[in-house]
């Protein structure tokens, strides 16, 4: 079935420093969302895109989707501690009509001041 | 807005309990709730999906008779985790989306811990 796979597992930042999750796919996705769930809490949405080569921006955040809609990256600059957390990359799943989402297995960051 | 509220956040009982999880969309009306699991330090793995007035559809693995699912208004999905026992002890965690292709908002989640 269709899976999402992403990387890396864990990162650890110094602050200040940049980083770069990503998330891949064999096969073509129809959409990808990002969310973002701090230690002890819920997933937050924090984007969705959905065109071929989207690349949005929130703040020090930057979200990629691949030309060939098979990947996806998130960029962080200059990190904070606020952006302790664990991302989630999260796709739609192209045989449901629900809006079912399948969830890669997040990047865990640690920040270290 | 888009507020989602679970409750209750945090759940102790005896193996053989049932327990009731209610998932409220509390500014928005959720055509479609999802109810999720989600081991420490895992991902979320999507157990079933709960659509107004009509059954619930179940991912494969996932018994339907141990979590019964109800999603009586478009503001309100509960699950129950029937005859409890310490293996069905997680974070469980429910969304909720205004349609398709729309962001899923979620609860707070529960905590369930069966002794």
């Known amino acids: 079935g269709q899976q999402v796979m992403q990387i890396p597992q864990y990162q650890h930042v110094q602050e200040g420093e940049d980083f770069t999750t990503y998330c891949n796919s064999s096969?073509?996705?129809?959409?990808i969302q990002w969310y973002k769930q701090r230690p002890g809490g819920h997933p937050v949405f924090l984007i969705q895109?959905?065109?071929?080569?989207e690349v949005k921006k929130q703040k020090r955040l930057t979200f990629q989707f691949g030309e060939a809609k098979k990947n996806s990256s998130l960029h962080i600059t200059a990190t904070q501690t606020t952006d302790v957390g664990t991302y989630f990359c999260a796709s739609g799943r192209t045989t449901d009509s629900w809006g079912k989402l399948q969830f890669g297995a997040g990047t865990q960051v640690v920040v270290t001041p | 807005g888009a507020v989602v509220s679970q409750h209750p956040s945090r759940v102790i009982c005896k193996s053989g309990t049932s327990v009731k999880i209610e998932c409220r969309s509390l500014d928005f009306q959720a055509t479609t709730m999802f109810w999720y699991r989600q081991f420490p330090k895992q991902s979320l793995m999507l157990m079933a999906t709960s659509n107004e007035g009509s059954k619930a559809t179940y991912e494969q693995g996932v018994e339907k008779d141990k979590f019964l699912i109800n999603h009586a208004s478009l503001t309100l999905s509960t699950l129950t985790v029937t005859s409890a026992h310490p293996e069905d002890s997680s974070f469980y965690i429910c969304?909720?989306?205004?349609?398709?292709?729309?962001?899923?908002?979620f609860g707070d989640g529960t905590r369930l811990s069966i002794l």
């Open positions: 895109l959905v065109k071929s080569g």
């Open positions: 096969t073509t996705l129809s959409n």
């Open positions: 969304s909720a989306s205004s349609g398709f292709g729309q962001p899923q908002h």
